[in-house]
């Protein structure tokens, strides 16, 4: 069964070099594992949708929980779906851009087209906020 994951995180100090490396660990290991997704970073917080296999998504969302580079791990949504959102995205880096007139719009052309209605305000609604 194929699940997906939205969870938000806090790192208030993270380096930016280490989002870097979460990506690349993410393009090294997702494929193998069958996840796909996409990761936010305002700076502050993380908020990162997964999807994959239920046992596969799950026993990542225990590995990053547990990843002392950030903390306070929340899960805003979790279902089961037929689809993936993110087919094609190893770890899409969703940029977030400065100015907060235009995120909104820089969103709606970065999120994937196949994201439930819910899911993808949960996730402009992140965008949005300093
Ligand atoms: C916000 C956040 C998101 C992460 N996302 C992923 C991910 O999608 N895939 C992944 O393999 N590791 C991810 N990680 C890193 C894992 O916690 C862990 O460090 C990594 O999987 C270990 O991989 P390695 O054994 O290849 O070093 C993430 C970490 C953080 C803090």
Not at 23 to 32: C, E, F, K, T
């Amino acid at each position: 069964m194929l699940s997906q994951y939205l969870y938000i995180s806090t790192a208030p100090t993270l380096p930016r070099e280490e989002v870097e490396a979460i990506l690349s660990a993410s393009a090294q290991n997702n494929p193998v594992r069958g996840i796909t997704g996409l990761l936010l970073f305002n700076g502050r917080n993380f908020l990162q949708l997964l999807e994959g296999e239920e046992s596969e998504v799950a026993a990542l969302m225990d590995t990053i929980t547990a990843d002392p580079r950030h903390s306070g791990v929340s899960v805003l949504d979790r279902r089961g779906i037929d689809q993936r959102a993110c087919p094609d995205w190893a770890m899409k880096r969703v940029m977030i851009a400065e100015s907060i007139a235009s995120r909104r719009e820089m969103l709606e052309q970065e999120l994937p087209d196949n994201l439930d209605p819910d899911v993808r305000k949960m996730i402009v609604n992140f965008a949005v906020l300093n």
